[in-house]
């Protein structure tokens, strides 16, 4: 009897212990869902909610429709399916639905913005060279040729950037005319949606730097196609002299083939 007593006190403790311990467990490991865990409390069964139609993740609201998409106005483009969607046009629709996408798209051109949405200055043209160095040149080359050209002497310019040398598509010049006309927001739309064949680079590349790579570009057309009248005078008169010395040099050169020529022919007629 004595020996049940003591059983039944000790029982008592131990109990009187758990309680404690019991208490605080339940508050450590409150009833909570692990990710991806199922649930019977919500009617689809998963525990994970999707998004509320329309949130939008801080620091993500794009409402500046020139400073994010090049155009005036953000619904002007079908987003999710960007013209580089050309090659599976092909394989999906055929043709015809392309070409109308294509008129589509044309209609819309007068959408780009002509203006950059923010004051271009010396630091961000190059800024914009720095990104154009690591993300544009290996196709469209250091001076957006795009492809090897021939100059008057018929010497080969090399132009393409490494991969087009290898192989790939040539890229048009960014100095035709075309090109020269087009508006910034063009431009930004390229590098944003990706053009042909040309792969998209809006992961890579944030809006802003974007811009800065746009404003390169005009920089580099500007280079290959600057109006004379807009030269300080000193400036013309440098690039005057230089004219004139390169016509010499290219005279001289000329005089000195053709006098190559004539006087090796004359040998080769004493020879006879
Ligand atoms: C992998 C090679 C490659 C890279 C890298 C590349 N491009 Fe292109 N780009 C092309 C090709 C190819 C075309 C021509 C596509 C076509 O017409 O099908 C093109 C076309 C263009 C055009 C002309 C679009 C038009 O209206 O004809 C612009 C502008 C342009 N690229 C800008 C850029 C800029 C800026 C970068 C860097 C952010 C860049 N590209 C990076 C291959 C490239």
Redesign the pocket.
């Known amino acids: 009897m004595r020996r049940c007593l003591h059983l039944l006190k000790s029982a008592g403790l131990a109990l009187l212990l758990l309680v404690p311990v019991a208490c605080q467990q339940d508050m450590a490991a409150p009833p909570s869902y692990r990710p991806l865990d199922p649930s019977d409390f919500f009617a689809d069964g998963r525990s994970a909610r999707p998004l509320v139609p329309g949130t939008v993740p801080r620091g993500h609201l794009r409402l500046d429709a020139p400073l994010f998409f090049g155009r005036n106005h953000p619904g002007s483009r079908i987003w999710s399916e960007p013209i580089n969607m050309?090659g599976t046009g092909f394989q999906a629709g055929g043709l015809s639905a392309l070409v109308q996408r294509e008129l589509q798209l044309a209609a819309l051109q007068n959408d780009y913005v002509k203006e950059f949405p923010f004051p271009i200055t010396q630091e961000v043209v190059e800024h914009g060279r720095n990104?154009?160095m690591i993300?544009?040149?290996?196709?469209?080359g250091t001076l957006g040729y795009?492809r090897d050209t021939i100059d008057r002497d018929g010497m080969r310019l090399p132009g393409g950037?490494a991969?087009?040398q290898r192989g790939?598509?040539?890229?048009?010049s960014?100095h035709i005319d075309?090109?020269r006309q087009?508006p910034v927001g063009?431009?930004f739309d390229?590098?944003t949606n990706g053009?042909?064949?040309?792969?998209m680079?809006q992961q890579?590349?944030p809006p802003r730097d974007?811009w800065a790579?746009?404003a390169y570009?005009r920089a580099l057309q500007l280079s290959q196609h600057f109006p004379r009248k807009e030269l300080t005078p000193q400036m013309q008169n440098a690039l005057n002299d230089s004219l004139a010395k390169q016509e010499a040099a290219r005279k001289a050169a000329e005089e000195e083939r053709s006098h190559r020529q004539s006087s090796a022919r004359a040998a080769e007629e004493a020879g006879q």
């Not at 993300?135 to 469209?140: A, E, K, P, Q, R």
């Not at 790939?168 to 048009?172: G, L, M, R, S």
């Not at 053009?195 to 792969?199: I, T």
């Open positions: 050309i990104r154009f993300y544009c040149v290996v196709c469209h795009g950037g991969i087009v790939y598509t040539p890229p048009p960014f075309r090109l087009a063009h431009f390229v590098i053009y042909g064949s040309m792969p680079y890579q590349i974007r790579i746009v570009i």
